[in-house]
């Protein structure tokens, strides 16, 4: 065979060899990528998806930090975990902003991802805790012709994002993610409807008593004590009759802004009906349940409502106290959380009876 014919074939069976393991390679990243897009789309809650999008990711691309920057000037994704019984401060690695400007130089006007050297002056904030990072990657996470936050990569590897790096993939990435996230905001949004009450923005009474289900079964692990307070507007008709029902409807977002100010993140407050509210206090004896109560019918009491813009009145409350310690061998917590509803039920009726802005613990 002749030399150069030879030499040609040996030429063609090399190239075959780096097409065959460059395709080998490409069908693996494939394949990485298609389970790491899968994470991201089987996340059926917000908290589950911020979780993979920082812990998942990290793990799977092998890098040393990963964070998520969210716009939300509202607070609304805040809330939305707060809702979850998730606080904001559980998930360091999701970074909450009022505004993308200021944060990062690179987030100003971030259409395409931006990979670069890490500079510890830009970089800093978006990377909390992360240390001996040498080169990152800020993915843009689009909706509808903005930018709502971004996705960061950070490795201590100075040569693993570099400007010469193709970035079609994470552009990519950073697409299904902001859509996932938008679709996790939304389907959070709709739980939350179902359980929230509209005026307050507490939660409401079938939440109420599925939290209080669940918080007896934890307490009778932990051989805990569960209260339970029943608040009351005091002559709350005639505010409506007096003053019309937006006026009302002040005095009860006013009163629900005052009890914020008094209660534990851990406790749950909710519009148990009309002018009624209840909060459920885990971890919470009778005698503890019975101080806070009194401080929060002093900070209502202490301040006249504006129920108008020319109306001011003073707003009185009472209050009942029931708690319950299960018993490590009670089977019917259904039938406990009722019994604790109703005895702080009764006891607010009683301080009723007593003649009103006063606090009374069930017997």
Same mark, same amino acid.
Request: with cysteine; charged share 25%.
């Given at each position: 065979?002749?030399?150069?014919?030879?030499?040609?074939?040996?030429?063609?069976?090399?190239?075959?060899?780096?097409?065959?393991?460059?395709?080998?390679?490409?069908? @693996?990243?494939?394949?990485?990528?298609?389970?790491?897009?899968?994470?991201?789309? &089987?996340?059926?809650?917000?908290?589950?998806?911020?979780?993979?999008?920082? @812990?998942?990711?990290?793990?799977?691309?092998?890098?040393?930090?990963? /964070?998520?920057?969210?716009?939300?000037?509202?607070?609304?994704?805040?809330?939305?975990?707060?809702?979850?019984?998730?606080?904001?401060?559980?998930?360091?690695?999701?970074?909450?902003?009022? /505004?993308?400007?200021?944060?990062?130089?690179?987030?100003?006007?971030?259409?395409?991802?931006?990979? $670069?050297?890490?500079? $510890?002056?830009?970089?800093?904030?978006?990377?909390?805790?992360?240390?001996?990072?040498? /080169?990152?990657?800020?993915?843009?996470?689009?909706?509808?012709?903005?930018?709502?936050?971004?996705?960061?990569?950070?490795?201590?590897?100075?040569?693993?994002?570099?400007?010469?790096?193709?970035?079609?993939?994470?552009?990519?990435?950073?697409?299904?993610?902001?859509?996932?996230?938008?679709? *996790?905001?939304?389907?959070?949004?709709?739980?939350? *409807?179902?359980?929230?009450?509209?005026?307050?923005?507490?939660?409401?009474? &079938?939440?109420?008593?599925?939290?209080?289900?669940?918080?007896?079964?934890?307490?009778?692990?932990?051989?805990?004590?569960?209260?339970?307070?029943?608040?009351?507007?005091?002559?709350?008709? /005639?505010?409506?009759? $007096?003053?019309?029902?937006?006026?009302?409807?002040?005095?009860?977002?006013?009163?629900?802004? &005052?009890?914020?100010?008094?209660?534990?993140?851990?406790?749950?407050?909710?519009?148990?009906?009309?002018?009624?509210?209840?909060?459920?206090?885990?971890?919470?004896?009778?005698?503890?349940?019975?101080?806070?109560?009194?401080?929060?019918?002093?900070?209502?009491?202490?301040?006249?409502?504006?129920?108008?813009?020319?109306?001011?009145?003073?707003?009185?409350?009472?209050?009942?106290?029931?708690?319950?310690?299960? $018993?490590?061998?009670?089977?019917?917590?259904?039938?406990?959380?009722?019994?604790?509803?109703?005895?702080?039920?009764?006891?607010?009726?009683?301080?009723?009876?007593?003649?009103?802005? &006063?606090?009374?613990?069930?017997?």
């Amino acid at each position: 065979m002749d030399p150069d014919a030879q030499a040609q074939i040996q030429e063609l069976k090399r190239r075959l060899e780096e097409l065959t393991v460059q395709a080998e390679r490409n069908e @693996s990243i494939l394949k990485r990528t298609l389970v790491r897009e899968l994470s991201l789309l &089987r996340a059926d809650s917000l908290q589950q998806l911020l979780r993979a999008m920082v @812990s998942d990711l990290r793990e799977s691309y092998a890098l040393d930090a990963v /964070s998520v920057v969210l716009l939300d000037p509202q607070h609304e994704v805040r809330h939305l975990l707060l809702s979850g019984n998730d606080r904001p401060d559980e998930f360091r690695q999701v970074v909450f902003v009022d /505004s993308l400007i200021g944060l990062a130089p690179q987030l100003a006007g971030l259409h395409r991802p931006w990979l $670069g050297p890490f500079i $510890g002056a830009d970089h800093q904030l978006m990377f909390a805790g992360a240390t001996g990072l040498k /080169s990152v990657a800020l993915l843009p996470l689009p909706r509808k012709e903005r930018v709502i936050g971004a996705l960061c990569f950070g490795s201590s590897d100075a040569e693993r994002f570099t400007r010469h790096h193709g970035s079609d993939f994470l552009q990519h990435l950073g697409a299904l993610a902001a859509v996932c996230l938008e679709n *996790a905001v939304n389907r959070t949004r709709l739980l939350r *409807a179902g359980i929230t009450d509209f005026l307050t923005g507490w939660h409401n009474r &079938r939440y109420l008593q599925q939290r209080l289900k669940e918080e007896l079964a934890r307490a009778q692990r932990r051989g805990g004590a569960v209260s339970c307070l029943m608040i009351d507007i005091d002559r709350f008709k /005639s505010i409506n009759d $007096g003053h019309g029902h937006l006026a009302g409807d002040v005095a009860l977002k006013e009163i629900a802004h &005052r009890v914020e100010t008094q209660i534990r993140s851990m406790d749950t407050a909710a519009r148990f009906g009309g002018d009624e509210f209840a909060i459920l206090l885990p971890d919470a004896a009778a005698e503890d349940a019975a101080k806070l109560a009194e401080r929060i019918r002093e900070v209502i009491a202490a301040v006249p409502f504006a129920l108008t813009p020319q109306v001011e009145r003073r707003v009185t409350v009472s209050v009942g106290v029931a708690a319950v310690q299960p $018993g490590r061998h009670e089977t019917d917590l259904k039938a406990l959380a009722d019994r604790l509803l109703a005895d702080a039920d009764a006891a607010l009726y009683r301080a009723k009876a007593l003649g009103r802005d &006063r606090v009374q613990v069930g017997s």
